[in-house]
């Protein structure tokens, strides 16, 4: 869906991306992780020419970026800028409404697909004659989302989307971004420097340092099979909860314990979730859930105890 050559971004003695290539499949959520300055943001700018690359060649659907009218490029990509980026002086429902005007799309399809968009963020159509700086930090980050997906384009590409919001709020809305319809059937780019993000979000992360990809694959590969020391460090923090995250409930399913009975009001998840969050289930008065494989429809009902145990099963599988 994406594809990256040999691309590069130099200013004066600065190359900002040095060489990079890679490739984004159809549906798959990539994140572009690393430190401050490490070349994430040029290399998502440059995919939407909002940055024209120095040297390489960038093709998004089959098609040369190069090759088309930045304007009607950025029309058919989703962008999630840094901080929002809503215009102070717009209304939320101008806000939303700008990728629509310049398509010339009339009021009542604007209209209608704004509200289908709000009620799936879950924003209150009272906010839609509101300025950006009368909402919360929330309240803004889900308008530009609801901005960025009004067309429905098949590319979403976003820069540090949660990084102004509070803990609480993050969280929250990390999760309702995983549940979101709209979203699993997009390609997305995602630029972030916070691992656990990264980790809970991306099916394949990039992790940059000086303008170059140091190491790209899944969050297992990237944890499991480091290629360097620079991998390894990087990821060294709260290695506990990365490699719950990392691991999924399919990963584990063998060594989790088969159900005889099912209680009809059991909470259920199925096994692409990782055991993170399985296990933030099982919190006060939960005490079991049940998983459900969507291949076999084979359903297991499972304590925190017995997840933890699965994981320790499943580390004792990995090579030394
Ligand atoms: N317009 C510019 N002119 C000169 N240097 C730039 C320009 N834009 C970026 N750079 C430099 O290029 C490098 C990469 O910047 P970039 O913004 O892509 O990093 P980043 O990983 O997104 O960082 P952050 O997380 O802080 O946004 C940095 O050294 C930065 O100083």
Not at 72 to 86: F, H, K, P, S
Not at 193 to 216: C, P, S, T, W, Y
Request: net charge neutral; glycine share 6%.
């Amino acid at each position: 869906m994406i594809r990256v050559q040999n691309l590069s971004k130099q200013y004066g003695q600065t190359m900002a991306v040095d060489n990079i290539s890679f490739e984004v499949a159809e549906g798959d959520n990539l994140i572009l992780l690393g430190t401050s300055g490490c070349g994430k943001t040029t290399t998502l700018k440059m995919l939407n020419r909002l940055i024209e690359p120095t040297a390489g060649k960038i093709w998004i659907g089959g098609e040369d970026v190069t090759a088309q009218q930045p304007e009607l490029l950025r029309q058919n990509i989703g962008y999630v800028l840094q901080n929002n980026g809503l215009f102070p002086h717009y209304t939320v429902a101008d806000n939303i409404a700008i990728v629509p005007g310049l398509l010339k799309w009339d009021k009542e399809k604007t209209q209608n697909r704004t509200h289908e968009l709000l009620q799936k963020l879950h924003l209150s159509t009272d906010l839609l004659s509101k300025y950006p700086a009368q909402l919360s930090g929330g309240q803004q980050q889900r308008v530009g989302l609801a901005r960025a997906l009004i067309t429905n384009a098949p590319v979403l590409l976003m820069d540090e989307p949660f990084g102004a919001l509070d803990n609480i709020t993050r969280t929250k809305i990390q999760e309702e971004f995983k549940e979101l319809d709209e979203l699993q059937r997009k390609t997305i780019v995602m630029v972030t420097h916070d691992v656990h993000e990264a980790f809970e979000l991306g099916n394949r992360i990039a992790i940059m340092d000086k303008g170059q990809i140091v190491q790209m694959g899944t969050p297992a590969q990237l944890l499991f099979k480091p290629e360097n020391d620079f991998i390894r460090n990087f990821l060294k923090t709260q290695r506990l909860q990365l490699e719950l995250k990392a691991i999924t409930l399919h990963d584990v399913w063998y060594s989790l314990p088969s159900a005889n009975n099912v209680p009809v009001a059991s909470l259920e998840l199925d096994t692409n979730e990782n055991i993170w969050r399985a296990m933030q289930y099982l919190k006060g008065d939960v005490k079991h859930i049940m998983i459900k494989s969507p291949q076999t429809n084979e359903v297991k009902l499972v304590t925190f105890e017995q997840l933890m145990a699965a994981y320790h099963q499943y580390q004792n599988t990995l090579p030394a």
